[in-house]
């Protein structure tokens, strides 16, 4: 395995660490230090023929350049953020309800619980009982505050009775698939009970952002909240054929999905970002463009 560590923002002055099963891609930056395996380290996935496992299921098992980007976004807040942003900050820290869809290893609920939040963190049977279930109990301890006693100390109900106190905040897994409908996998309470709707750099083909939507509006129409949002960060990936590719998901992709069903998009944050690119064996430096949208009804 290849630990992930991420710090907190002050004053928590602590770090959370994740089980992956590659090193991350895009997630790190400077002279922050990427894990580095031999070829004998990659082994066949032992979860290549578990039911409804797919390549996009894979790549669950790594970070992505959207998860930094998210977390950056919502959890350290920076004086020129526009003051919409700035109102998601507040409510992400003062206890509100997300469900994240695609959590992978669980970085960005998890992070988001430690600061307040309250977070459901959904994706494939595979990902929650190998990766998202025992990450998050590997933080309860790291993000322990034994001496915080400003925070709700019963678990929400609609993340009970298996809930795990994260920092402030509190956060349980469940499985999600997004070609089942959402009232087969998730209880009225745990859909209802929602302000925020989160995804990470989860939509890189285009058959992914058809059936994230889908479950998007599952969501939106079960929400007891007329306000609930959803807060999707999206790299924008080297596609061959630029913004008419078929196959890979595009921002002009993105936007028109959004708008075909009557909902509105803002972008809350953008970044250029460095990623290695392998060409013929050759890899070299190569710049992308990173984005957190907010998409409402």
């Known amino acids: 395995f290849v630990i992930f560590h991420c710090n907190l923002p002050y004053p928590l002055n602590k770090h959370l660490e994740f089980n992956c099963r590659e090193p991350s891609c895009g997630a790190l930056e400077g002279e922050e230090e990427a894990a580095k395996l031999a070829d004998e380290d990659y082994t066949v996935d032992p979860n290549f023929f578990d039911e409804g496992y797919s390549m996009a299921g894979a790549t669950g098992f790594k970070v992505w350049t959207g998860s930094r980007l998210m977390i950056e976004t919502l959890a350290w807040p920076q004086s020129d953020d526009c003051e919409r942003l700035k109102q998601i900050q507040t409510r992400i820290s003062s206890g509100a309800r997300l469900i994240e869809l695609g959590s992978g290893v669980g970085v960005v609920g998890t ?156 972008c809350l944050a953008w970044r250029p970002v460095t990623v290695k690119k392998e060409t013929d064996g050759v890899v070299t430096d190569d710049t992308s463009e990173v984005f957190v949208f907010e998409i409402t009804r």
Not at 134 to 146: E, F, I, Y
Request: charged share 20%; glycine share 4%; hydrophobic share 40%.
């Open 111 to 266: 992070y988001l619980s430690v600061i307040g939040s309250h977070v459901l963190l959904t994706d494939l049977p595979t990902l929650v009982e190998n990766a998202i279930d025992c990450n998050l109990l590997r933080n309860q301890t790291l993000a322990s505050m034994p001496n915080d006693t400003s925070d709700e100390d019963i678990c929400p109900s609609w993340l009970a009775p298996d809930g795990v106190r994260i920092g402030k905040g509190w956060a349980n897994c469940a499985s999600l698939d997004w070609t089942i409908p959402l009232d087969e996998q998730l209880t009225e309470d745990q859909s209802a009970s929602v302000d925020f709707i989160i995804a990470s750099d989860v939509v890189f083909l285009t058959s992914m952002l058809t059936s994230l939507l889908h479950v998007v509006q599952s969501i939106f129409e079960a929400s007891s909240s007329n306000d609930t949002s959803f807060i999707l960060s999206f790299q924008r990936r080297d596609a061959k054929d630029g913004e008419e590719s078929t196959s890979f998901t595009t921002v002009d992709g993105v936007i028109s999905a959004v708008e075909e069903r009557g909902w509105s998009l803002d």
